[in-house]
């Protein structure tokens, strides 16, 4: 398949940051030109982007689409009683069908405000039912079931044993992994260290090591979460997670809000990759990640919306736009710019699950990973003298992505997304969370 697209703001975010009008030319998965002008009347598809613009597919490095079927249900909580009133149940609650319906509610909503690629950490049970998810919708995708071996007040469903763990997790991964030429890979995700045994951890460092994966866990995103890994290790998440090997180029970790001088060292020197989550930490009332810092210390901070029922969406321009106001009153105005915020959500995700050389910007020879914008209307104007970075940061929404493209194939176009059934989704989605519910009685929205 050749794909045209003409006549369009190209962003490439490659080391210039060049900024131009001009044609892209698409061959299968990759581009294969780019320039003022292409002359080819051999493509099987010209897609007209005159007065539109043409960005890097997003890229967010922590998700849960698993729980995109609890949307509102997690409402004005800390996050201890988030996980332990509300999602640790409901995630014991799924099934075979509410995992599959749950992702692909998260993907659409994702595809549609222009995400191609996620890290994403599903629940204990049934993940190979996102997989399927995954690889039906097109998205590009870094994966695994969640790890959970320790701790008696998870839902019984959620408790496992270090063995099984491990097993299924390993048995996903020689499933899963390079699917579809590596659109889809497997990543270890050990919960957090609250949740995981030392055996388990230590097990996973290895597994990491033997066949190259990524590692995805949560770390320091509450002061409570840090003062019970003190106490059962005698040290802070950061140092706990070097000691046990963990601590390294492909270890990514999601939020890292509370990190003292030692653990930044730790990070910068192992190039551990930070997943910051501003949406989520300040609904959770976690706190705000001191990203400047992290920034200035040439530390990998990409962006992640987290899941649904901690924020509650998935859309990259809300965590691009928090990312940027919330560090200002700290840091002052010049703090956090648009181009360093949308570098975080494009070529910084990209470095930051290994993959730069292949997605984050638009260059020859790099996979077809892009999105077209249409930011042409109130919200958006005027244009004249005014950067088109900051128009994306600061003012664009979900609504004006026009068209997402994925290893060259189009998910969405004009808005439609073409690799499921929107409506249908939608009805299942109610249908599935309705029997869900049935299980767990007991719960309630009240906190």
């Known amino acids: 398949m050749r794909i045209l697209i003409t006549n369009g703001e190209i962003i490439t975010m490659n080391t210039n940051e060049d900024q131009f009008i001009g044609d892209i030319l698409i061959e299968n998965d990759k581009i294969v030109s780019i320039s003022k002008k292409i002359e080819d009347p051999t493509v099987d598809k010209i897609i007209d982007a005159s007065n539109k613009t043409i960005i890097p597919g997003f890229i967010q490095t922590h998700v849960h689409l698993c729980q995109t079927l609890f949307r509102g249900r997690g409402d004005d909580l800390e996050l201890l009683d988030w996980l332990k009133k509300r999602i640790w149940p409901l995630e014991a609650a799924h099934d075979e069908e509410s ?5 692909l509610l998260g993907i659409g909503e994702l595809i549609q405000s222009g995400t191609t690629s996620i890290v994403d950490m599903e629940t204990v049970n049934y993940t190979d039912y996102a ?57 270890f995700s050990p919960r957090f260290v609250v949740s995981c045994t030392e055996k388990l951890l230590i097990e996973v460092s290895r597994l990491s090591d033997y066949y190259k994966s990524y590692v995805h866990t949560h770390a320091s995103e509450n002061i409570g979460e840090i003062a019970i890994v003190e106490r059962e290790t005698g040290m802070r998440n950061i140092v706990y997670l070097d000691h046990l090997g963990l601590a390294n180029e492909r270890l990514v970790l999601a939020h890292c809000v509370w990190l003292n001088e030692e653990e930044k ?37 990409s962006l992640g919306a987290d899941g649904a029922p901690c924020n509650n969406n998935l859309n990259m321009f809300n965590e691009m736009r928090i990312a940027a106001l919330i560090q200002k009153p ?19 995700g990209a470095k930051a699950i290994g993959m730069d050389d292949e997605i984050g910007s638009i260059e020859i020879g790099k996979k077809a990973d892009m999105v077209i914008l249409d930011l042409n ?30 290893d060259g194939k189009i998910l969405m176009e004009n808005r439609i997304i073409k690799t499921m059934h929107k409506d249908h989704v939608l009805k ?11 299980r767990i009685p007991n719960l309630t929205l009240s906190t």
């Open 330 to 348: 700290i840091h002052g105005p010049t703090a956090m710019d648009s181009k360093t915020v949308f570098k975080m959500a494009t070529i910084g």
């Open 99 to 103: 995992i599959y319906y749950s992702a």
């Open 131 to 187: 997989f399927q998810a995954m690889a039906s919708s097109g998205i590009r995708a870094i994966s695994g079931k969640v790890m959970m071996d320790k701790g008696s007040d998870t839902p019984k469903p959620l408790q496992e044993q270090t063995d099984q763990s491990i097993q299924e997790s390993v048995d996903l991964l020689e499933k899963w992994n390079m699917y579809d030429g590596g659109r889809i890979k497997y990543a």
């Open 265 to 301: 060292r730790i990070i910068k020197e192992r190039k551990v990759n930070v997943s910051h989550c501003p949406g989520s930490n300040l609904k959770l009332a976690s706190g705000i990640a001191e990203i400047p810092s992290l920034l200035d210390n040439n530390i990998s901070v």
């Open 428 to 438: 299942e989605g109610n249908r599935t969370l309705k029997r869900l519910l049935n």
């Open 377 to 406: 209307d109130f919200h958006t104007y005027p244009t004249y003298e005014v950067d088109t970075i900051s128009r994306i940061v600061y003012s664009a929404t979900q609504s004006d992505v026009e068209t997402t493209i994925v």
